[in-house]
């Protein structure tokens, strides 16, 4: 599991975590991203750079469904925390294969205490 | 037990390079392998053979040379990261026409995907300097 | 499971994180900057005692000592270690998370 617990744009995890996950989800592996703290500002929608000139890397979350990461859960508390719904986030979606295709979010809301269950449950955890 | 590290924070600034070598020889010595080390992020700035610290100061990074062949370590940087931060070996410095390049002995570099390896081989895994 | 914190808690919320999300029995270990939460009577010492209920806290001595303090300074039922008994925590714990 991947987990992201920092702001985008004001340094550099976040985007270069995200390589790490695209790198990644070609080994065949079932891996999922949790989305802590500061974290859920990644999925924050109508992201734009043009000002700062920095890549626009929030883009990138949208091709995670292609590689087949379609499991990004998101903590609640969090994200109320700083005034946010999911209604604030990226709409990211996938096409499940088992069900007829049809159109899911690949976001999961999760509680603080289901998601501290979720990283007991994990292989190797890494953060950025 | 095989042991991966990864290290995500350069030398001098953060602790994070020290506490990993501190406790990769604590690994070593208590009979473990350690399969990978990982440098990600600054961390690939822990690759540089150019750094000179004050002689009274430790030298994080001949510190990892001298570490990586007394064990075989394989201590690998990845190569976007350093390219990004100026961090280039020979065939990667002539490759984008550099006028030198400044890897470190012992260390190598490659692409994320030995990070995930190491993620998937490794018994334990650890992050420093997140 | 282990979780690691290597940052003080008064400049970053890690600390914080981590408590909310520790699950019963797991292990933390404060080392580097993050040893100044184990300190007595500090504004995080609640914190500290509610999440030694369920989990089992650990600092790093040489940070500790590093930092002008021993384990005279830390809040009770804290268990300072070295090195190898860094290793030998996670040889215990098969995930380790740092915060």
Not at chain 2, 8 to 23: C, L, R
Not at chain 2, 84 to 102: F, M, P, T, V
Request: charged fraction near 20%.
């Amino acid at each position: 599991m991947y987990v992201n617990r920092r702001a985008p744009h004001g340094t550099i995890y976040g985007h270069e975590g995200l390589e790490v996950v695209l790198v990644g989800a070609a080994f065949d592996q079932e891996v999922s991203m949790a989305f802590v703290g500061d974290g859920v500002f990644q999925l924050k929608q109508a992201q734009d750079t043009s000002g700062i000139g920095t890549k626009n890397f929030a883009g990138a979350y949208r091709a995670l469904a292609d590689y087949d990461v379609t499991r990004l859960y998101v903590e609640t508390e969090s994200l109320e925390e700083r005034g946010l719904t999911v209604g604030d986030l990226m709409p990211l979606t996938y096409e499940d294969e088992e069900d007829n295709d049809q159109e899911k979010s690949s976001i999961t809301l999760i509680d603080r205490a289901s998601l501290g269950q979720l990283f007991e449950a994990q292989d190797v955890i890494l953060n950025f | 037990m095989k042991f991966a590290l990864m290290i995500n924070q350069g030398p001098y600034t953060h602790q994070a390079s020290d506490t990993a070598y501190h406790f990769a020889c604590a690994v070593l010595k208590a009979g473990h392998e350690v399969f990978r080390i990982f440098f990600y992020h600054d961390g690939v700035n822990n690759a540089t053979r150019m750094t000179t610290p004050p002689q009274d100061d430790r030298h994080v990074i001949d510190r990892w040379s001298e570490l990586a062949s007394q064990h075989k370590l394989d201590l690998v940087v990845c190569v976007a990261a350093a390219q990004r931060r100026g961090i280039l070996d020979e065939d990667e410095a002539r490759r984008h026409g550099k006028d030198g390049d400044n890897l470190a002995p012992g260390f190598r570099i490659s692409g994320l995907g030995q990070l995930i390896e190491a993620g998937i081989e490794a018994d334990r895994f650890l992050v420093f300097g997140n | 499971m282990l979780h690691t914190v290597n940052k003080s808690p008064y400049q970053s919320d890690a600390l914080t994180t981590c408590f909310g999300l520790a699950q019963p029995g797991s292990a933390v270990l404060l080392f580097e900057d993050g040893i100044y939460a184990a300190m007595n009577n500090t504004k995080f010492s609640g914190a500290v005692v509610v999440a030694q209920q369920c989990c089992t806290i650990y600092v790093l001595e040489p940070d500790l000592q590093a930092r002008g303090f021993d384990s005279d300074c830390i809040m009770n039922a804290i268990q300072t270690i070295d090195y190898d008994g860094f290793v030998s925590l996670v040889e215990a714990n098969p995930v380790v998370q740092a915060w």
